[in-house]
C-alpha cells in the first residue's frame, strides 16, 4: 500500500511560504471602541482605503462586522481575540476573500488596544492547498505581537511574545529592544524598524534563539515581520512587530501541504471499498498509526434508504468495514476485516457520533472498570496486545446523510492526539466523504437501472415444446448496465411461440425505460393472437400514441421515439414460420446442414415514424432443428466494418456443426465485447423443434346438427390412446360447446384439433371471421351459458384469426388433471 511521506525539503519551502504570507498580510491598530488608530501600507493595498480615509473613523467601513462595534468588541474580549473569515468591503465596493485575525494588545497602566491582520485567502490557499482548514489550524498557532513608538520603545504587547524569548511584559513596556535584550540580533532588528520607519513598508527578518523552557541545545527559529504604523495624515506613527515560531508554523504546513497533494488521490473510482480504503492508506503514517474506515451497509451496495444525521434512535444502522491501515505488518490492531460487518459497542463514542454526526477525540483511552472498553472484551484485548493509548472518530457524512465512521488510532507515537490533528482528520475525511457519497449515488443509481433493467427483460425464456431458446445482452451504458434493446419468447396458443426483438434509439437508462414500455405493449399485443404484421401496426400506433402523451407542449408535434422491431410467430405443428418487421435486420437462419440464409423480407418502416405504409408478413417453412437468429444492429456494425460484414461474420459464427446454443451466443458475442461499443448488442436464438402425429390429431368434420356428438366420441377416443382419461368429461363439454356455436354461425366445413404439448389444447376451426363473446345468460334465457362452461373447464380460452380467413377458438387444459377415472 502507498504511503505519504513528508519531504525534508518543505520545511525550508514553508519557512519562504510564511515570510511571504507575513510581508503581505495587512495589519491595522484599534482602540477599545473599534476606531482605526494606525493603518499600514500593506492595508492600502490590500482594501484599497488610504491611511487618510480610515484613521480615526469606526473599522466598520471595511469590516461590516463592526458594524454593531461595542458588542463585537466584547466578544472578542471575552474570547481574547477572534479569528475568522468575514466579509471585508474593498473600496470600490466588492467583497474580498480574506482570512482576519484580531489580537489583544496590552499597554502600561491595563491599558488595551486591537490589532487586526488580513491576508488574502486566495494566497494561503494557492500554497498550501484548502484555505479554510488552514485557517483553523494556522490562527492557533500563537503569535507574538509588539507595538513600539517612534523611539522605538515597546507601548503595546501581547501575551504570547511572551513564549518566544522569555521576556515578560514587565520588562518589555517602555523599553527598547536593546535595552530588554540585548545582543547583536536586537541591534540588527532595531535598524530595521528605522528603516522600515522611514520607508514606510514592511520588512521581513529571520532569526534564532533558544527558548527559555529549552536548554540551549534546542534552537528555535523564527520570523519577524516589521511593518509602519501610519496615521491620518501619512507619517509613522510606530512599528508593530509579528513574530512567528518557524518550527510549529512550518509543521502544520507541511501537514497541510501533505493533505492537499493526498487529497487528489482520493475518489480516484466509483468504487466506495477502495475509496474507503485510500482514505485509511492516506492517514497511515500522516498522522496516525493505525486507521479504520466502516460505512454505513446502504453504501457498498446502493440499497436501502440512506441514514439521515439525527434521525438514528434506538436501532443504530450497520456498519461494514471498507478500509483498514496500519504502520505494523499484518495490520494486528484490526477486529474485524475489510468487507466484515463491524460490531459497533454500545455507549461508546462511537454511538455519539453515529447519532450526533460531530466528531470525538479521545485524547487518554480509559482502560477502567465499568468504561465503554472494559465492557467490550474483543476490542478490549486487541487495545492492550498493540498499545493503542489515543483515539479519534470522525463521521463521514454528506449533505445530512450518515455514510460512516473513521476512527483514527495512535500506538507507537507516544504523543496523544491534539485538536489540530482532529482538524486534519476531518478536513480529510470530508474530501472522502464527497467521493464516498458520489459514489453511494452511483451505486444506488446503478443498482437501481440492474433493477429496471431485469423487470424488463425476461429472466427465463420459455420456448415449450416449440423452440429451445437462448440470449445474450450487452448494453453500451456498461457502467449502468441498461440499455434500450429488448427481445422476448411469448408463448401463444396451438404450442406456437413468438419471437420479438426491437431496438429504441439510444441506449442507457431513458432508453430502457421505452423499451419497457415497448415490450409490454407487445406482450398486450401477442395475447390478442395477431398475425405479424397486424401486431407491429397496431404496435407503431401504440408509439405514435405515446409519442404525443410524452410532448410538453401539445402545439408541437409529437416527439419521435424511434425504434425498430423484428416479429415472428412459429408454429411447431406446421413447422412454418411467419415474421414481419418495422425498419429491423433480417434473422439469420441456418438450416441443419448448415446453410445460412438471411431472408429477403420487405422492411417496413421503423415504429413512431407515422409514414403510413402498412407492414407486410413473410411465411417460411423450417426444417426441424433449424437455427433463427434474432438480433440487433450493436451486434454486427462497429465502427470499423459495416452492417454486412457483421452480418457475415455472424452467419460463419452461427454455421457450426452441433453446437449448444449457449456456446453459440458466446461465440457470436464475442466480436461485440472485444471492442468499445457505440451501441447495445443483443442476441436471441432459438433452435425449432416439431411436434408429429403422436403429439398432434385432427378431423375436418362437415357442419350438421350431428357434428358435435361425433366430435365428443373422437375426442374422448384420442384422450383414450393418450393416456388422458382423467380429462374426458371436462374435454368433451369443451369440444362440444366449441363445435356447437362453429354450427350455428359458420357456414362450411369445421376442423378440430387435439394437441397435447405441455397442456392440452382444443382447436376449432371455421369460416366465420366473427370471435365469440361470452354473455351474462339470466335465469330464464335458454342459451348463452356454453363459453361460461368453457372459462370454467379450462385454464383459458381465447380466439385467433386464421391467415386466410375464418378464426379459431382454443382451449386449454391442465395434463395435471389427467390421471385415470
Known sequence: ????????????????????????????????????????????????????????????????????ASAFVERCRGRNGWSGAPAVRHRDGRMLDVNVRISLVRGQGGATRWLVSVADMGTLAGDVGNGSVQGAILDRAPIGVVIRDLELRCSWVNDAVESHNGISRERRLGFRMTDAWPGIEAEVAEAVMRRVLRSGSTKVHEYRTWLPTTSRGEERPFAVSFSCLQGADGRGLGVCVISVDLTESCQERERLAVLGEAGTGLGSTLDVMQTGQELADLAVPLFADFVTVDLEQSVPFGEGPPVRIGSIGERFPVLRRAGVASIRQGIPEAVWERGEPVHVPPASPFIDVLRTGRSQMVPVLNFAPGSWIDRDPLRAQKIRETGMHSAMVVPIRARRTLLGAAVFVRTENPVPFQVDDLLLAEELVSRAAVSLDNARQYAREHTAALAVQRSLLPRHLRGGLAVEAASRYLPADVDRGVGGDWFDVIPLSGARVALVVGDVVGHGLDAAVAMGRLRTAVRTLADMELPPDELLARLDDTVQRLAEEDTDDPDQGATVVGATCLYAVYDPVTRKCAMATAGHLPPAIVDPQGQITFPDLPTGAPLGIGLGVPFEAVELELSEGSLIALYTDGLVETREDGIGEGMRRLGTALAQPNPSLEDLCTRAMRPAQGHAAFDDASLLLVRTR?????????????????????????????????????????????????????????????????????????????????????????????NGRGLFLVSQLSRRWGTRPMPGGGKVVWAEADLAHASGR
Open 690 to 782: 416439431s411436434l408429429g402425429p403422436a403429439q398432434v390429431t385432427s378431423w375436418t368434420l362437415p357442419s350438421d346438427d350431428t357434428t358435435a356428438r361425433r366430435a365428443r366420441n373422437l375426442a374422448a377416443r384420442q384422450l383414450t390412446e393418450w393416456g388422458l382419461e382423467g380429462l374426458e368429461d371436462s374435454t368433451k363439454l369443451i369440444v362440444s360447446e366449441l363445435v356447437t356455436n362453429a354450427v350455428r354461425h359458420s357456414t362450411g366445413p369445421i376442423d378440430l384439433r387435439l394437441t397435447r404439448h405441455q397442456v392440452l389444447t382444443v382447436e376449432v376451426s371455421d369460416t366465420d371471421a366473427c370471435s365469440p363473446r361470452p354473455r351474462n345468460a339470466g335465469t330464464s334465457d335458454e
Open 1 to 68: 500500500m502507498t504511503k505519504t511521506t513528508i519531504s525534508t525539503d518543505r520545511v525550508a519551502l514553508g519557512r519562504q511560504i510564511h515570510a511571504s504570507h507575513i510581508s503581505d498580510t495587512a495589519f491595522a491598530l484599534l482602540d477599545e471602541q473599534g476606531t482605526v488608530v494606525a493603518w499600514t501600507q500593506a492595508a492600502e493595498h490590500l482594501v484599497g482605503y488610504s491611511a487618510a480615509e480610515v484613521v480615526g473613523r469606526s473599522a466598520a467601513r471595511v469590516l461590516p462586522s463592526f458594524v454593531e
